[in-house]
């Protein structure tokens, strides 16, 4: 059983960064591919970077995903922040022979204020 626990979430200023940070235990991290998904209130879970074991990534722009085997940690770089990516941000894990996440974070919030 693997655990994730999110955590760098806060209040930011529009323009702002921030850097999310999802700790796993549990499991053998680097067979696990991570993902970041995000829900604003009223809407469904989205996909925000996806990051395979073997650390190719899937998504560009403003948000960066990153993952560090040593210290079983994934991480979610955000910068140039809008009020629209406020939401609650979750980590999740994938079997890497898997094509359904296995496990999610509880999340953490982010607020971006204009």
């Known amino acids: 059983q693997v655990q994730l626990v999110e955590s760098g979430g806060g209040l930011v200023q529009a323009g702002g960064s921030l850097r999310l940070s999802c700790a796993a235990s549990?499991?053998?991290?680097?067979?696990?591919?991570m993902g970041w998904y995000r829900q604003a209130p009223g809407k469904q879970r989205d996909v925000v970077a996806v990051?395979?074991?073997g650390g190719r990534t899937s998504y560009e722009g403003r948000f960066a995903i990153s993952r560090d085997n040593a210290k079983n940690t994934v991480y979610l770089q955000m910068n140039s922040l809008k009020p629209e990516d406020t939401a609650v941000y979750y980590c999740?894990?994938?079997?890497?022979?898997?094509?359904?996440?296995?496990?999610w974070g509880q999340g953490t919030q982010v607020t971006v204020s204009s």
């Open positions: 549990g499991g053998t991290f680097s067979r696990y591919a």
């Open positions: 999740a894990a994938r079997r890497i022979d898997r094509t359904e996440w296995d496990y």
């Open positions: 990051i395979s074991s």
